[in-house]
C-alpha cells in the first residue's frame, strides 16, 4: 500500500508492533524440548492480546497461526507437536497478521541453544545482507537493484540464494504489489521503490540450494538440492531517505 493519511501511518504501525513483539517474544521463549505447536499458541496468546488476527490462517486456513521452520525447512512449516525443538536447532519463526484492516509481516532464523551445527555463520550473513539492503533502499532505487545487493553479497560469503521466494508489497492485504522483491538481480524488472510504500522486504540465503519446494503436507518448503536456508524480514516504510523500519522492535538483527 501507499501510506496517505496519518490514520494510515498509525494503522500500520499498530499492526506492525503487533507482529514484531509476537516475533521478539516467540523467540525469547523457545526453549530445547518444546513442541513448536506449543510455541505456535504461545504467539497466537500475543496476537490476540493485541486484538491482531493471524495473516495465514486468514488468508490460507494454515494449519498455524505462525509459520515456524526446524532444520532444513525453509518456509511455510507448520508447528505441529510432533516438531520437539531441540539443542543447536535452525529455527525460523515468520509472523503475520491483520489489525483493523491492516496487515504487517515479518520473520527471522536463530540458533536455539548452542550453536554446536555450525549455523550461525548462515544466521549472520542473512541479517547481514538484509541490512545492506536496506542502506540502500529509497524513492525511486530499483527494486532489482536491492536483488543484486542480496545475491552478490550472498557469493561473495559462498552462499546462494532461493530464487523463487520474494519480499512484497504489504498493508491493506498480506500481499501486495510488488509482488517480486527478489534475492537475485531480475534485469527486466523496472520497478522501483516509491515514498510512502510500504513493503516486506525479506532475504533468503542457503548453504546450497536455489530454489523451495514443497513437501507433501502441501505447506512446507525445503531446499531443492538439501542444506539450511535462513530468512529475516522487516515491514518498512519507503521515504526519500532511508526507510523506516516499521517491525524494528522484532530485533531481528540480534537474533
Known amino acids: 500500500m501507499t501510506i496517505n493519511s496519518a490514520e494510515e501511518l498509525q494503522g500500520m504501525q499498530a499492526i506492525s508492533e503487533a507482529v514484531a513483539v509476537t516475533l521478539l517474544k516467540m523467540k525469547e521463549y523457545a526453549e530445547i524440548g518444546m513442541s513448536c505447536k506449543e510455541l505456535d499458541e504461545y504467539g497466537a496468546k500475543i496476537l490476540k492480546s493485541f486484538k491482531a488476527k493471524s495473516a495465514p490462517k486468514l488468508t490460507y486456513d494454515f494449519p498455524g497461526y505462525t509459520c515456524i521452520c526446524v532444520g532444513k525447512e525453509v518456509a511455510h512449516g507448520i508447528p505441529s507437536k510432533k516438531k520437539v525443538l531441540k539443542n543447536g536447532d535452525l529455527v525460523n519463526i515468520d509472523v503475520s497478521a491483520e489489525l483493523s484492516g491492516f496487515w504487517s509481516d515479518n520473520g527471522g532464523s536463530f540458533v536455539l541453544g548452542e550453536d554446536i551445527n555450525n549455523h550461525m555463520p548462515l544466521v549472520r550473513a542473512s ?42 508489497g504489504v498493508g491493506r492485504s498480506l500481499h501486495e504489489q510488488p509482488d517480486n522483491i527478489l534475492n537475485y538481480e531480475d534485469r527486466w524488472n523496472r520497478k522501483k521503490f516509491k515514498k510512502d510504500m510500504v513493503v516486506a522486504v525479506e532475504t533468503f540465503i542457503a548453504t546450497r540450494s536455489t530454489i523451495a519446494e514443497s513437501l507433501d503436507d502441501g505447506w512446507t518448503l525445503v531446499g531443492n538440492k538439501g542444506g539450511y536456508v535462513t530468512q529475516h524480514e522487516h515491514t518498512i516504510l519507503i521515504t526519500d531517505g532511508k526507510p523506516i523500519l516499521l517491525t524494528e522492535m522484532n530485533g531481528v538483527f540480534d537474533f
Not at 545482507?129 to 524513492?139: H, K
Not at 532489482?144 to 545487493?149: D, N, V
Request: proline residues 0%.
Open 127 to 168: 541479517q547481514q545482507l538484509l541490512r545492506a539492503a536496506l542502506d540502500e533502499i529509497t524513492d525511486g532505487f530499483r527494486i532489482s537493484h536491492m536483488g543484486r545487493i542480496v545475491e552478490q553479497g550472498a557469493k561473495k560469503l559462498n552462499y546462494t540464494v532461493i530464487k523463487n521466494l520474494a519480499g512484497h
